[in-house]
């Protein structure tokens, strides 16, 4: 029982490269979801894609785009890393965020630590 | 807005001590309150919920009660261990702009020593 399983685990860019984070679930969830968790300010979301086919802002989206691929995967790219973007990033999944009366719990990945010199 | 405020760490005790980490939110409407766990090298995990007001959430000796007059959702237990060492986060989630969006408080990092 993998869960979500994020990819890769740390990642040191130069300011200005690219990447993608990876991120699937095996939970046949619909919402998937990427965070940003920063010391002292707790975790932010970035993006979410509450079903197959949308996505939308979250709090911090400036300089990150996403791509829900499928049900089971959601990646996060960077275009253009800036040293404000080192922080760690978690992918998170959960049955349904439409609906208020939904199972409320959502599954996280084990993060990927990202440094941007 | 919605926010969640939880006590700075890092919190450090002995083992068999009375653990309470604070936490007190700001919202709008009715939210469920969660507390999340993150133990090293690992993502967060659902240590306990309430969804209303007076509801207790409980799981693995922690308890935690949905106080709506304090706006407050303490963490308590009554003796750790060490292997409770971890960084705790209170979060609520309100139903806000057609979806459910989960608020999270910077983290309380607890060590438990021997």
């Known amino acids: 029982n993998a869960g979500v399983t994020q990819t890769p685990k740390f990642q040191v860019l130069k300011t200005g490269q690219s990447m993608t984070l990876q991120c699937a679930q095996d939970?046949?969830?619909?919402?998937m979801y990427w965070y940003r968790q920063d010391p002292g300010m707790g975790l932010r979301l970035i993006y979410y894609?509450?079903?197959?086919?949308?996505?939308d802002k979250g709090e911090v989206p400036n300089g990150y785009n996403v791509s829900r691929l499928n049900k089971r995967e959601f990646s996060l790219r960077l275009e253009s890393a800036a040293p404000s973007q080192t922080s760690v990033y978690f992918c998170?999944?959960?049955?349904?965020?439409?609906?208020?009366?939904?199972?409320?719990?959502?599954?996280f990945g084990s993060g990927t630590q990202l440094s941007v010199l | 807005g919605d926010s969640v405020t939880q006590m700075e760490g890092p919190v450090t005790l002995s083992e068999e001590a009375f653990l309470t980490i604070n936490c007190t939110y700001t919202?709008?409407?009715?939210?469920?309150l969660f507390w999340y766990v993150q133990y090293p090298g690992e993502g967060l995990q659902l240590l306990l919920k309430?969804?209303?007001?007076?509801d207790k959430g409980s799981n693995k000796g922690f308890e935690a009660t949905y106080r709506k007059e304090t706006t407050s959702f303490h963490l308590e237990k009554g003796s750790v261990q060490v292997s409770d060492s971890a960084v705790y986060f209170c979060?609520?989630?309100?139903?806000?702009?057609?979806?459910?969006?989960?608020?999270f408080g910077a983290g309380t990092r607890l060590a438990v020593h021997p």
């Open positions: 998170a999944s959960s049955e349904d965020s439409y609906s208020p009366l939904t199972n409320e719990k959502l599954f």
């Open positions: 939970m046949n969830h619909n919402s």
């Open positions: 894609s509450a079903s197959e086919g949308t996505t």
């Open positions: 919202a709008t409407g009715y939210p469920s």
């Open positions: 309430a969804t209303k007001a007076d």
């Open positions: 979060a609520l989630r309100i139903f806000s702009g057609g979806y459910n969006k989960l608020i």
